[in-house]
């Protein structure tokens, strides 16, 4: 079985800050790892993945996110936050003999000027 | 490509009435999943079909049933609708493999008085 928490329904950064949203997972084998966003009325889009490749992936839009298989975490980072990042960010989990995704309750980014 | 397709986009049902959502994807993807979508719960999966012809319970299946009618296509029918299932639904594929991208559809608004 797996589950993935998020830490935090809500964060709030100034533009230009940085961006830290945190996700720590639970998994009885090795995990596959996605990120996932969401922008307003709209369905789910990928940021990135990990698939035990490297451990510090990059993404579209200047995120990425390193996993640590020690700490059970795959936290997102983005250097300098835009506007246009406002968005809903779900952190997900693929585990065991299926392919079938765990998603965590969400974060909900705002972005102010 | 068009992607994932849904219809309808909203839908307004009285408790008891039924209705079926349509997806379809033009990727030739094996695996289609629907989930529903509700305020601080995140994700949670309906049902999912792993492969044309298999259909498989998720999480929260009760109250609904699904049809892969083709390879294209995956239908969720609501039998008697129940305000419970107020929610944002949203179909998904992906190859079928643990490392794959699932690509969703833009989503059902569906309330039931």
């Known amino acids: 079985a797996q589950s993935v928490t998020q830490l935090g329904s809500h964060v709030s950064v100034s533009e230009g800050a940085l961006v830290l949203l945190r996700c720590n997972y639970s998994?009885?084998?090795?995990?596959?790892l996605f990120w996932y966003v969401q922008y307003p009325n709209q369905g789910l889009q990928l940021l990135l993945k990990?698939?035990?490749?490297?451990?510090l992936v990059k993404g579209i839009n200047g995120f990425e996110a390193e996993f640590k298989k020690s700490e059970t975490s795959f936290h997102l980072t983005k250097p300098s936050a835009h506007m246009s990042d406002a968005a809903e960010y779900f952190c997900?989990?693929?585990?065991?003999?299926?392919?079938?995704?765990?998603f965590g309750k969400g974060t909900l980014l705002t972005v102010n000027p | 490509n068009a992607g994932v397709t849904q219809t309808p986009k909203f839908q307004v049902l009285k408790t008891g009435q039924s209705m079926t959502l349509q997806c379809a994807q033009d990727?030739?993807?094996?695996?289609m999943y629907w989930y529903r979508q509700d305020p601080g719960m995140g994700l949670r999966l309906i049902y999912y079909?792993?492969?044309?012809?298999?259909?498989d319970k998720g999480e929260v299946p009760n109250g609904y049933n699904v049809s892969r009618l083709n390879k294209r296509e995956f239908s969720l029918r609501l039998e008697s609708a129940a305000p419970s299932q107020t929610s944002v639904y949203f179909c998904?594929?992906?190859?079928?493999?643990?490392?794959?991208?699932?690509?969703f559809g833009p989503g059902t608004r569906l309330t039931v008085l």
């Open positions: 990727m030739n993807h094996n695996s």
């Open positions: 998994s009885s084998v090795p995990p596959y």
């Open positions: 998904a594929s992906s190859e079928g493999h643990r490392t794959d991208t699932q690509y």
């Open positions: 997900a989990v693929s585990g065991g003999s299926n392919y079938k995704l765990t």
């Open positions: 079909s792993a492969s044309e012809g298999t259909t």
């Open positions: 990990y698939t035990s490749a490297a451990t």
